[in-house]
Structures are given as structure tokens and as C-alpha cells.
């Protein structure tokens, strides 16, 4: 059975500061995994994805995670948030294949000014 | 279509009608899912169907939900005699499924009022 936890159900952050929202998932066999983002009133959207040995995965809006195996770990980074970014942030898991798609519970991402 | 679409995009009911929502999921992709997103909270797993297989029903929350995916396309979720704590918006998703399975696609939600 696979799980993923997000830590941390709010994360304040001031714009131009780093943005670290934290993913650890729980699987017998490498996953994939996928970083999603909900903008206020809106679906959700995808921001990346590991599915592949580039354990180094970028996305859009400047958001990039790192697949750390050892750690199993999935944590995503923007080196400067900006304030378009407030928005709440999933992370999901699902096996290589057939199989359903989990979430985490999710992190609200504040930025102040 | 280009998405995946659900309708309605908002429905009010009375507390004890059954409702019916619906999801087009993108044509050709095999894997669908319902969440709900009950306001400020996270997505609540509720049904995932997989081509011609059995769903996984573990999240249905009790049996006044239930789902079914016609010709292995459209979805309809149905709530019957809906309870005000059923208030909430219901996320569909589809994806490629199988070895292809890397990514869900979700529609807009049905933003559900029981009043």
C-alpha cells in the first residue's frame, strides 16, 4: 500500500524567501510522484512529476522538486516566492502502472509582502 | 474534448433530494476518479475506476454514494437523500492509466449546496 504526508498544513512565506513544502510517501517500489497546485476557486493543476531517473524535476513557475530514494522524500522548492504562488499544494503518489492516485492532505502557501 | 468536464458547475438542493453529478473524462484515458474537497479541507478519495475492472469504492463514506462509469467513458456520482454535511466540491480526474499512467487530469468541480 503506498501513503504520502505532507508536513506542515500552512506555510507562511515572504515574497523573495525560499518556498519548502515538504512530501515523504510510503511505497514498497519507487513511485511516481506528483506535486499538484489549487488556486483559490480553482481545479487543480499539475506542477510536476517524477516518473523517470531524473530525480531532479523541474515544473512550471519556477518550481522544482528532488526524488530523494533514501529519504523517500519529494520535496518542492521555488528559490523566490512570488505572490501569485499563495495557493494550496498537493502532493500525490501512484504506482508505476495500474493504480489508484493518493493524496496528501495538502500545505496553504501564504506570502506576505 | 480538450479536459475533462464536469456539470453541473454548481447545484443547490434541498436536504433528502438525490443528486446527480457528472464527468466527461478525456477520451481514451482508462483511469477515472471522484475526490471531494469539503471547504478549506483536503481532496477526499471516493472512487477510482480502471477500465473494465471492479472500482475501488473504499472511500464512498456511506451507501447513499454511489458511482458508475458507462462504456468505460461518462461517470455519474449520485448522492441520494444528500445531508447538509454532504455540502462540498466533487473533483473528477481521469488519466492514461496502465504503464502510461503518469499523471490525472481534473475537472473543474460540481460545487454541491445542500440546504
Known amino acids: 500500500a503506498q501513503s504520502v504526508t505532507q508536513l506542515g498544513s500552512h506555510v507562511s512565506v515572504s515574497e523573495g524567501a525560499l518556498v519548502l513544502l515538504r512530501c515523504n510517501y510510503s511505497?514498497?517500489?519507487?513511485?511516481?510522484l506528483f506535486w499538484y497546485v489549487q488556486y483559490p476557486n480553482q481545479g487543480l493543476q499539475l506542477l510536476l512529476k517524477?516518473?523517470?531517473?531524473?530525480?531532479l524535476v523541474k515544473g512550471i513557475n519556477g518550481f522544482e522538486a528532488e526524488f530523494k530514494k533514501s529519504e523517500t522524500s519529494f520535496h518542492l522548492t521555488k528559490p523566490s516566492a512570488h505572490m501569485s504562488d499563495a495557493a494550496e499544494y498537493f502532493c500525490?503518489?501512484?504506482?508505476?502502472?495500474?493504480?489508484?492516485?493518493?493524496f496528501g492532505a495538502g500545505t496553504q502557501v501564504v506570502v506576505t509582502p | 474534448g480538450a479536459g475533462v468536464s464536469q456539470s453541473p458547475s454548481n447545484k443547490v438542493t434541498e436536504k433528502g433530494k438525490d443528486v446527480e453529478l457528472r464527468c466527461d473524462p478525456i477520451?481514451?484515458?482508462?483511469?477515472l476518479y471522484w475526490y471531494r474537497q469539503r471547504l478549506g479541507q483536503g481532496l477526499e478519495f471516493l472512487i477510482y475506476?480502471?477500465?473494465?475492472?471492479?472500482?475501488?469504492k473504499s472511500g464512498l463514506p456511506s451507501d447513499r454514494f454511489s458511482a458508475e462509469r458507462t462504456g468505460g467513458s461518462v461517470s455519474t456520482l449520485t448522492i441520494q437523500r444528500t445531508q447538509q454535511e454532504d455540502s462540498a466540491v466533487y473533483l473528477c480526474?481521469?488519466?492514461?492509466?496502465?504503464?502510461?499512467?503518469?499523471?490525472?487530469?481534473f475537472g473543474q468541480g460540481t460545487r454541491l449546496t445542500v440546504v
Open positions: 480526474a481521469s488519466s492514461p492509466g496502465g504503464q502510461q499512467n503518469t499523471e490525472a487530469f
Open positions: 511505497s514498497s517500489v519507487p513511485p511516481y
Open positions: 517524477y516518473t523517470s531517473a531524473a530525480t
Open positions: 500525490a503518489v501512484s504506482p508505476r502502472g495500474w493504480g489508484k492516485l493518493q
Open positions: 477520451s481514451g484515458h482508462t483511469a
Open positions: 475506476f480502471q477500465g473494465n475492472s471492479a472500482p475501488d
